[in-house]
């Protein structure tokens, strides 16, 4: 699984109308990872990153490895669940 930054997301362009694969590439320290996820899955990321804000967001693609390839590639963006406060009534 590789998890790119939701800024990074939320800054793709592509167009409605082009192909319905969109090329994504994610540098790592050993080198660049190329995928094609699908443009669907890119507008929704990138909605919920608007909605939510890049801080409160956690994007992961989820794929299989294969070289310099991720091979089957979904990009997931989800919201980050909040810290619950401290409850003076926590039974330990």
């Excluded at 998890?3 to 592509?14: L, T």
């Excluded at 990872?33 to 699908?38: G, H, K, L, Y």
């Excluded at 693609?61 to 406060?85: F, H, N, P, S, W």
Aim: proline share 9%; with cysteine; charged share 20%.
């Amino acid at each position: 699984m590789a998890v790119p930054y939701p800024e990074s997301v939320a800054a793709i362009s592509w167009p409605h109308g082009q192909p319905s694969r969109v090329p994504l590439t994610i540098e790592l320290p050993e080198g660049k990872v190329t995928a094609e996820i699908a443009a669907k899955s890119l507008r929704r990321a990138q909605q919920t990153i608007q909605a939510e804000g890049p801080d409160n967001v956690a994007v992961m693609v989820q794929c299989r490895l294969d070289g310099t390839k991720l091979v089957g590639a979904r990009l997931i963006a989800q919201a980050k669940a909040e810290k619950a406060a401290p409850s003076d009534d926590a039974v330990f």
